[in-house]
């Protein structure tokens, strides 16, 4: 009896570690690749995966992409934060899925709210991550799934950036310090839009911040890369003529000269 396709899974941290699991947990026998391993030479004996599921960190991502080979580019998925379409516009038909559990080292998964995703092998990421009680859903279209990718970006740059001041929860930071995270939340939304040359309903995007708020409201504003993430957002602020003088404020108070 012939068993089920491969999966390949690039970087087997604790997010490509979790898929892994899934993957295996529905018989998809799953083939990791880290830095040692020699892409090209897995993929003459692996021409056609059933989806290769590129898990490294947002900074390595396109080092990455730019070294897949050729015919595993049309069966990619990705699951980065600070994700927008201009980061895959050139590859055919990738699945995308913003991710919204929360997975540190010697701890179970925890969900914030379901993870939305789309494209051709969406089916499979909601199977592999309900095999571990991790709600994920489908979402219609290109346009939704931009939406959703910018709501995680706010959600995840907010409460990073605005931690970096007002410390704490993600309650306490919206119960103690609303003005701080609106006004970060704006200078957050306002780069968002220039990334993607679109505009978006910024009371939607607020409120699906809150609903992630409450899925986890002990959640810990302040991550170790939150200013790394200020960084980069004041770059891509500088690089498209973006004034965020909130983000500006708290980069004078906390990134180095």
Sequence with gaps: MMGKTPVVVIGIGEMGSVFARGFLRLGHPVYPVNRDTDMQALAEELPEPELVLVAVGETALHAVLDAVPTTWRDR???????????????????????VWFEKKKGQ????????????????????????????????????????ELVLKNVYILTTNIAGLRAHGTVSELWSEHQALARAVANDVIAIQEGLTGQAFDHDALIRGMLEAFEGDPTHKCMGRSAPARLQRAIEHADRLGIEVPTLREIANEHLKP
């Design 108 to 147: 179970d998964s925890k969900p914030l709210i379901p993870s939305p995703a789309f494209g051709p092998h969406t089916q499979l990421l909601i199977d592999a991550l309900g095999s571990l009680d991790l709600p994920a859903r489908a979402v219609a279209d290109e346009q939704t799934m931009q939406f």
């Design 76 to 98: 990619l998925g990705l699951l980065q934060n600070e994700l927008v379409p201009n980061d895959y516009a050139d590859l055919p038909n990738p699945t995308v899925i913003s």
